[in-house]
């Protein structure tokens, strides 16, 4: 019985040396120490043995299963050892590999645009304000006299969601709802960039989705010359300073009189090229002064107060800027196309 179990000692611990994965390893735990395992199955022919005998093979027995039990941890923590260091050595990183270029995202052209125009205004002393696209009629057309059935309604065709609520078709409801909020207590002098909508289609220069930068000054004595003025730093702030503009008389409901303003045409100079369509010049807004119908509805006395106001597409001004030749590439998130101004 002493040479069985020395001669399992002797083969437990070869075959636990040569051990390559911790399953193994259980396994051969298994076959040697567990219930139904090689000492076991010898330890279980002790009845047989004399009573001297068998406190010295119980020795024995105990001590190879200690021994085995021993060789089997030290073999797992040799295993497990390897097993980190290998994995340290696939995980390294070698620090002195180039490192990936991480891709930078910018503000959307007509983003800065905006920016640019808010910061100009800013500075003349406007304040910024916003109000929501999805407008009510009241505010969008009629606090603009635009009183319903009225027919230049129909130079802004409109998306209706109700017959009261709609998209808005351009910014000036939020001028409309700051001059009811300040009932004609207080001057106003702001400007409200935003998204429009109008029912359009789709081509180079029409979407149903574009953005409007409008501008509102009303005060005392607010004159015809302050827009031209006021506009004048604007073209030559943001064209440049040699641009000449000049005011065009034109319609708008909520402004009397109204005009049109173009800019000189940057690149023929005024000769006439095929930017400007061979005339010299580019429209780049339309303005006026406020219907005093506009002032009264808001709670302002005609009598006392005056105003101008102004809209322009940062849309377009983007185009005209930056050589842009197809209103929707701004829409359709092309990374290619934005990526070309980020540094503009
Ligand atoms: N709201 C006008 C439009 O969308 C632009 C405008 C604003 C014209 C203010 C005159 C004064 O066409």
Not at 46 to 67: C, F, H, T
Not at 75 to 103: M, N
Not at 192 to 221: M, W
Not at 228 to 248: C, H, Q, S, Y
């Amino acid at each position: 019985m002493k040479e069985q179990l020395q001669s399992i000692h002797q083969e437990a611990i070869e075959k636990i040396k040569k051990s390559d994965s911790a399953k193994h390893l259980q396994e051969l735990k298994v076959a040697y120490l567990g219930k139904k395992g090689s000492i076991t199955s010898v330890l279980r022919g002790m009845g047989k043995l004399s009573k001297e005998e068998r406190p010295v093979i119980g020795d024995i027995a105990n001590k190879v299963r200690e021994s085995i039990t021993h060789t089997i941890e030290s073999k797992k923590d040799e295993l497990d050892r390897h097993a980190l260091e290998k994995k340290l050595e696939a995980e390294s990183i070698d620090v002195t590999l180039p490192g990936r270029p991480v891709e930078t995202g910018g503000p959307h052209l007509l983003t800065k645009i905006i920016e640019e125009i808010e910061n100009l205004f800013i500075g003349m002393g406007y304040e910024v304000r916003e109000g929501p696209e999805v407008e009510t009629d009241y505010y969008n057309f009629e606090a603009l006299n635009l009183p319903k059935n009225h027919p230049a309604r129909d130079m802004q065709d409109t998306f209706y969601l109700t017959p009261d609520l709609l998209l808005r078709t351009h910014t000036s409801p939020v001028q409309a709802r700051t001059m009811h909020k300040y009932g004609g207590q207080q001057p106003v002098r702001m400007i409200c960039p935003g998204i429009v909508y109008r029912r359009d289609d789709d081509d180079a220069t029409h979407s149903h989705q574009f953005t409007q930068i409008e501008g509102l000054y009303v005060d005392k004595n607010v004159r015809m010359s302050d827009l031209k003025g006021t506009l004048d730093v604007f073209a030559k702030k943001m064209f440049g300073e040699d641009r000449e503009i000049r005011l065009r008389p034109s319609f708008f409901p909520f402004t009397e009189p109204s005009v049109e303003m173009d800019i000189s045409c940057k690149v023929c100079r005024g000769e006439g090229c095929s930017v400007c369509k061979n005339t010299g010049w580019i429209e780049i807004l339309g303005a006026g002064m406020v219907h005093p119908k506009v002032l009264s509805m808001a709670g302002y006395d005609p009598e006392i107060y005056t105003g101008f106001a102004f809209g322009m597409g940062p849309d377009r001004i983007a185009m005209l800027k930056y050589g842009v030749n197809d209103i929707r590439q701004f829409y359709m998130n092309d990374v290619r196309f934005l990526q070309q101004y980020h540094k503009a």
